[in-house]
């Protein structure tokens, strides 16, 4: 069982800045995918960002790439969210997710509870 607990959540002026992480136990971290998820109020989750298990390779959703950056410390067990240019459409509730030995992220395994991030006008 993989637990997973998301933190760096908060309230921000659009332009702004914010870094989520999403420290992970219980399993082997560098075995499995890593992902976040966003929910915005009556909106469906939807994909954000991943990085892969073995090449580290990473994938944007169009809505975010180029300012926002996805990366993992195996060491440390944890993946972070670095979110830059914030804007009042990327307020929602980020989920980190992970995948064990496979790049579809989509398909996780795991899901933490979600720490929310609010973007001001």
């Known amino acids: 069982q993989v637990q997973l607990v998301e933190s760096g959540g908060g309230l921000v002026q659009a332009g702004g800045s914010l870094r989520l992480s999403c420290a992970a136990s219980g399993a082997t971290f560098s075995s499995y995918t890593m ?10 989750r939807s994909f954000v960002a991943a990085v892969s298990w073995s090449a580290g390779n990473t994938y944007y959703a169009d809505s975010v790439k180029g300012r926002f950056t996805i990366s993992r410390d195996n060491a440390k ?4 969210l670095q979110m830059n240019s914030l804007k009042p459409e990327d307020t929602a509730v980020y989920y980190c997710a992970a995948r064990y030995r496979d790049y579809d992220i989509l398909k996780y395994d795991y899901c933490g509870q979600g720490t929310q991030v609010t973007v001001s006008s």
């Not at 992902?35 to 469906?44: N, S, T």
């Not at 067990?77 to 972070?80: C, G």
């Open 35 to 44: 992902g976040w998820f966003r929910q915005a109020p009556g909106k469906e």
């Open 77 to 80: 067990s944890t993946v972070y």
